[in-house]
């Protein structure tokens, strides 16, 4: 048994609104091992005119089939306006663990680590993170260990805080054949 569109087409008809990690576990246990994360966005991606994504709690993408059913309600409509900074943690619903965080970090000079569970919201931390940095007139570094992850960080702060809340960003890439300076050239 392989993946397919039918069978996605099937889990998500009779279960809305899953995310990328439950989708796999369901096609382990029907059999379909060796499925990574890469291989099911890759293929998800790729018959968008079947399914659709939400944004979940933590930011998480939740998958749907496109026009199909379902009681979770749908993304709020995107605002005509761009938020402020300052707006960005109602836009995001921050959990308090996230503000004690970013409270702590700006405390420390804009310098920290934060350590926390797979799926409790550090991109959202971060993100705030980065936009409060660019608002104090700081630098932003995000150092990822692969050329894909470089490009999901890319297209969020493309996403949340260029086009989201308006940010004077210049993004520049260094690594996987990218030669981006840090040094505004």
Not at 54 to 73: A, E, I, M
Not at 88 to 117: N, T
Request: hydrophobic letters at 40%; charged letters at 20%.
């Amino acid at each position: 048994m392989e993946m397919s569109v039918q069978l996605l087409n099937g889990l998500l008809t009779t279960r809305p609104g899953l995310d990328k990690y439950v989708i796999i576990r369901f096609l382990h246990e029907l059999g379909i091992a060796g499925v990574t994360t890469h291989d099911l966005n890759a293929f998800i991606y790729q018959h968008q005119d079947v399914f659709e994504w939400r944004l979940g709690d933590g930011s998480s993408r939740l998958w749907f089939v496109k026009g199909g059913t379902s009681s979770v309600p749908s993304a709020p409509a995107t605002p005509e306006r761009r938020a402020t900074v300052s707006e960005f943690h109602q836009l995001s619903s921050p959990y308090p663990w996230q503000l004690r965080a970013l409270d702590a970090w700006k405390k420390a000079g804009y310098v920290g680590v934060v350590e926390a569970v797979t799926g409790a919201g550090k991109t959202r931390v971060a993100l705030q993170a980065i936009a409060d940095a660019v608002q104090a007139g700081y630098f932003a570094c995000v150092i990822v260990p692969t050329i894909e992850l470089m490009r999901q960080w890319h297209k969020e702060i493309d996403k949340q805080l260029i086009d989201g809340l308006g940010l004077p960003i210049r993004l520049a890439h260094l690594g996987g054949g990218e030669s981006g300076s840090l040094d505004g050239r």
